[in-house]
C-alpha cells in the first residue's frame, strides 16, 4: 500500500512521491508510510507558506519548521505569533518521528542529488539528534 501527498495545485508533489515509492520498494510498513506522508505533507505546507523550495533548506530552517510545527495547527499561518514557553502542540514522540522522516528523506534525495542532507546522518534515538 502506497500514499500520494497532493499539493496546493491537486496534482501529486514530486519529491514525496518519489520518496513514498523508495519506502514502499523497502518494504517500510503501511503505518511508517502513511506517517511519512503526513509529516511531509507538513513541511511542504510550511515551504509553501514561505515560499521556499525543499531542495534549499539548510538546518536553520529545520529549527524554524519545528517552531512552526509545535504551534496548534490554527496557528500554523504566517503572520500569527506564538508567546515564547507556549506548550507544544505535539508531543515529543511525534517530533523525534517527524525529524526521522525528514532525515530519511533528505538522505534519499541526497543520494539522488536533488538536495543537501539536512539533518545529516542523525537517526532516532541519537543522543546528538534531540531537537
Known amino acids: 500500500m502506497s500514499y500520494t501527498v497532493i499539493g496546493v495545485d491537486s ?3 514530486p519529491p514525496i512521491e518519489a520518496f513514498l515509492v523508495h519506502l514502499v520498494a523497502k518494504v517500510k510498513s503501511p503505518a511508517t508510510v502513511k506517517a511519512y506522508a503526513h509529516d511531509l505533507k507538513d ?3 510550511w515551504l509553501g507558506q514561505r515560499g521556499q523550495d ?3 533548506v539548510e538546518l536553520e530552517d529545520v529549527a524554524a519548521f519545528v517552531d512552526w510545527l509545535r504551534r496548534p495547527s490554527g496557528l500554523r499561518r504566517p503572520g500569527v505569533f506564538v508567546l515564547p514557553g ?4 505535539l508531543e515529543g514522540s511525534t517530533l523525534v ?3 526521522a522522516a525528514l532525515a530519511e528523506f533528505y ?3 541526497a543520494v539522488r542529488g536533488s538536495a543537501r542532507p539536512v539533518l545529516g546522518g542523525m537517526t532516532p534515538g ?3 539528534g534531540d531537537w
Open 11 to 13: 496534482l501529486p508533489v
Open 107 to 109: 538522505r534519499f534525495h
Open 43 to 45: 513541511l511542504f505546507e
Open 54 to 56: 525543499f531542495a534549499d
Open 126 to 128: 541519537d543522543p546528538a
Open 86 to 89: 507556549s506548550p507544544s502542540a
Open 97 to 99: 518521528r517527524k525529524r
